[in-house]
């Protein structure tokens, strides 16, 4: 038997051990049941206990998802999704928080609206890239290269980076195809660079997964942190107009495709985003459809995406918008024309066409009619 002085030793030790562990912060977060630990729903902690995080109509979901995964010390926010509450009995909180999306932490935000508690309504589940990141960019799907090494974040050097580990990142992020690839051209990181060449060979799933060497220069010169900006996703689309820049408005959402609907005085913002996340110039017309069940959306006009305003599920008119057409930058090198997202400017283009091409480079800008496809 253990003497009664040696147990209540334990006891007491125990019991400084359980008192000496914080519980977390009022209103901190963390995901829980994914397959990775970036990935799984959304939890707040409120009044010491872990809830389910609902979802309201005036949170714009990206930007909140963005906070959380920086939070985790994660990447990029990859895929976001909802569910109600009431399939597993649970009753959640909801935050009235207002965020930037440039956060550390979802306390920061603006939360003077307080809080609720919610009970059927919706949770969130989030999916966050693992080990790369895209930051300073306009949107999810560009900026500066980012590799987390050793808990922290490096910038990686244009010599090591190639289009084939570009179109691994960019479907490690949820993105479309590369557009445009150059050094510096979102910024220089703060920290430590990547000290390894990667050599993907553009199949594989992570960007860790590609083989790597030792990279040939000792050290990477400023102006060369590379930026990479990638195609948006193909979630989006117009149907029934003749073009693929005219028709009603359809966005891919949770395994189908689900009609668009806004209100009367956001309508031209939504078609401007519309327009500028399929590379379709800008807005010649936008007109509301039928009513329907679909997804509303709010969005301020300057998004790069569709993903990146704000949603919920209504009984809204459809939106049927024309675009002006094809309104991108391409340029020819190695007897290839190379579309270019158009928020790239003409300079940087013709730089990254010199660097990839011995003959003279052709720059060129065109808008192309709106029944012009590829």
Known sequence: MIPAVVLMTLLWSTDLQAQSVSPPAEYSVRLVNGTTSCSGTVEAFHEGEWSGLCFRWFWSMMRQATVVCRQQGCGNVVAESRGRLVKDGRIGVILYSICRGNESSTRQCDNRRGHGVCDGEYYHHVTCSESVRLVDGAGLCSGRVE??????????????????????????????????????????????????????????????????????????????????????????????????????????????????????????????????????????????????????????????????????????????????????????????????????????VADRCLKLSTQPCNLHRQTLPVDWTY
């Open 147 to 348: 590799v987390k090494s050793n808990q922290s974040w490096a910038s990686v050097c244009e010599a090591d980076f190639d289009r084939q580990d570009a179109e691994v990142v960019c479907g490690e992020l949820g993105c479309g195809a590369p557009a445009a690839l150059q050094g510096g051209l979102y910024g220089e990181g703060e920290g430590q660079t990547w000290d390894k060449e990667f050599q993907c060979k553009g199949k594989e799933s992570r960007l860790l997964d590609c083989d790597t060497s030792d990279r040939k220069n000792n050290t990477c010169l400023p102006g060369n942190a590379v930026g990479l900006t990638c195609s948006e996703p193909d979630d989006v689309r117009l149907v029934g107009g003749g073009s693929r820049c005219a028709g009603g408005v359809e966005w891919y959402d949770q395994g189908e495709w689900r009609t668009v609907g806004t209100d009367d005085r956001n309508q031209r913002d939504v078609a401007a985003v519309v327009c500028r996340q399929l590379g379709c110039g800008s807005t010649v017309s936008v007109a509301p459809g039928n009513n329907t069940g679909g997804i509303r959306v709010f969005c301020p006009g300057s998004e790069s995406s569709l993903r990146e305003c704000r949603r919920t599920y209504e009984l809204l008119p459809g939106l049927t918008v024309i675009c002006s057409g094809n309104n991108k930058t391409h340029y020819m090198a190695k007897s290839m024309w190379t579309f270019v997202d158009p928020a790239i400017s003409a300079t940087a």
